[in-house]
């Protein structure tokens, strides 16, 4: 046998005998998600699983409770109703202790605020007359009821011309509703009046601002006044307001220069700029027209029955 043979048989016998910490240690067994989950201490090989009834296991669903098996007793309502009989008392567990001298919690709708609305203190320019007119409103109270002050009315060559003074109480009905109950005072030219007043107040639907008032008043008297306004933002503080003012009178009142049936109507559109959201001058045009009867009684007294009116004002609230 030569040399290399003699070498290659050396080397295999040499490979063949190496030691074993020279080989790939062997990995360990794989961890079963039981034994990663079981608690330290515990064999899971020891468990006894022959008690478990997997028959009485919810399978109903893997993302959510079993419906089937929910407690319909309370004939499917989540909120609302009387509390069960076995409810327990949320001032049960104070220990007997209350607020003693210091003064309890007080909500929001149960603190007195206040706010008073400019909506029209205008110039107004005719054909062949100025004035000057007011509609004022303010309300003291909390959420649910308060106090309301309305106040409309015309000045005319340095005289109060017609006034109209309401005081009422309001209360809310619904989500931007408010019903409101009181009086109504009539000043100005021609003797004063005194009426009972109802009505309602709020934001309709699309965002219109509605006022809607029933009057009546002594020996069968009843009228009705209808306002209505809409904001329309053409920029964050430029805004264009449509407004509508309607009344009707269900008899005739000549000493006040009203009859009966729908006695004015007027429609008006006016552009204000709000320096800041409480303060707005504006400009605008209003058409008013008187009709029926009190068409007739402000011509006999030498009124014009229509009117084409520029006004210029000053809106503001705080």
Same mark, same amino acid.
């Given at each position: 046998?030569?040399?290399?043979?003699?070498?290659?048989?050396?080397?295999?016998?040499?490979?063949?005998?190496?030691?074993?910490?020279?080989?790939?240690?062997?990995?360990?067994?794989?961890?079963?998600?039981?034994?990663?989950?079981?608690?330290?201490?515990?064999?899971?090989?020891?468990?006894?699983?022959?008690?478990?009834?997997?028959?009485?296991?919810?399978?109903?669903?893997?993302?959510?409770?079993?419906?089937?098996?929910?407690?319909?007793?309370?004939?499917?309502?989540?909120?609302?109703?009387?509390?069960?009989?076995?409810?327990?008392?949320?001032?049960?567990?104070?220990?007997?202790?209350?607020?003693?001298?210091?003064?309890?919690?007080?909500?929001?709708?149960?603190?007195?605020?206040?706010?008073?609305?400019?909506?029209?203190?205008?110039?107004?320019?005719?054909?062949?007359?100025?004035?000057?007119?007011?509609?004022?409103?303010?309300?003291?109270?909390?959420?649910?009821?308060?106090?309301?002050?309305?106040?409309?009315?015309?000045?005319?060559?340095?005289?109060?011309?017609?006034?109209?003074?309401?005081?009422?109480?309001?209360?809310?009905? @619904?989500? &931007? %509703?408010?019903?409101?109950?009181?009086?109504? =005072?009539?000043? !100005?030219? #021609?003797?004063?009046?005194?009426? /009972?007043?109802?009505?309602?107040?709020?934001? @309709?639907? &699309? %965002?219109?601002?509605?006022?809607?008032?029933? =009057?009546?008043? !002594?020996? #069968?008297?009843?009228?009705?006044? /209808?306002?209505?306004?809409?904001?329309?933002?053409?920029?964050?503080?430029?805004?264009?307001?449509?407004?509508?003012?309607?009344?009707?009178?269900?008899?005739?009142?000549?000493?006040?220069?009203?009859?009966?049936?729908?006695?004015?109507?007027?429609?008006?559109?006016?552009?204000?700029?709000?320096?800041?959201?409480?303060?707005?001058?504006?400009?605008?045009?209003?058409?008013?027209?008187?009709?029926?009867?009190?068409?007739?009684?402000?011509?006999?007294?030498?009124?014009?029955?229509?009117?084409?009116?520029?006004?210029?004002?000053?809106?503001?609230?705080?």
């Amino acid at each position: 046998m030569n040399h290399r043979s003699i070498l290659l048989v050396a080397t295999v016998m040499a490979l063949s005998m190496c030691p074993v910490w020279s080989q790939e240690p062997a990995q360990p067994p794989a961890t079963t998600e039981t034994e990663k989950e079981s608690p330290p201490g515990t064999d899971p090989s020891k468990m006894d699983h022959g008690e478990t009834d997997h028959s009485k296991m919810a399978h109903g669903s893997a993302s959510g409770p079993n419906m089937s098996v929910m407690d319909h007793r309370s004939g499917g309502k989540m909120q609302g109703g009387s509390p069960p009989h076995d409810a327990r008392d949320p001032h049960a567990y104070s220990g007997g202790y209350d607020f003693g001298e210091m003064s309890p919690l007080v909500l929001a709708d149960r603190q007195n605020f206040k706010s008073l609305l400019a909506d029209r203190l205008e110039s107004v320019e005719t054909a062949d007359n100025s004035s000057a007119t007011y509609d004022l409103q303010a309300w003291f109270g909390r959420d649910y009821d308060r106090a309301v002050l309305k106040a409309e009315g015309d000045f005319d060559e340095g005289k109060l011309e017609e006034a109209q003074t309401e005081l009422l109480w309001g209360h809310a009905v @619904a989500a &931007y %509703w408010d019903t409101q109950l009181g009086g109504r =005072y009539d000043s !100005g030219e #021609g003797p004063d009046r005194a009426w /009972l007043a109802f009505g309602i107040q709020g934001l @309709a639907p &699309y %965002w219109f601002e509605v006022d809607a008032t029933g =009057y009546v008043g !002594g020996g #069968g008297r009843f009228a009705f006044n /209808l306002e209505a306004e809409y904001e329309l933002l053409l920029t964050q503080k430029l805004i264009l307001q449509p407004r509508i003012e309607v009344d009707w009178y269900r008899q005739s009142d000549v000493e006040r220069g009203i009859g009966s049936g729908v006695s004015e109507a007027a429609l008006g559109l006016r552009l204000r700029y709000e320096f800041r959201r409480e303060l707005a001058p504006y400009l605008g045009v209003e058409w008013a027209q008187r009709f029926g009867e009190t068409k007739d009684l402000a011509r006999a007294a030498g009124e014009d029955s229509s009117q084409t009116r520029l006004v210029s004002g000053l809106r503001f609230w705080f």
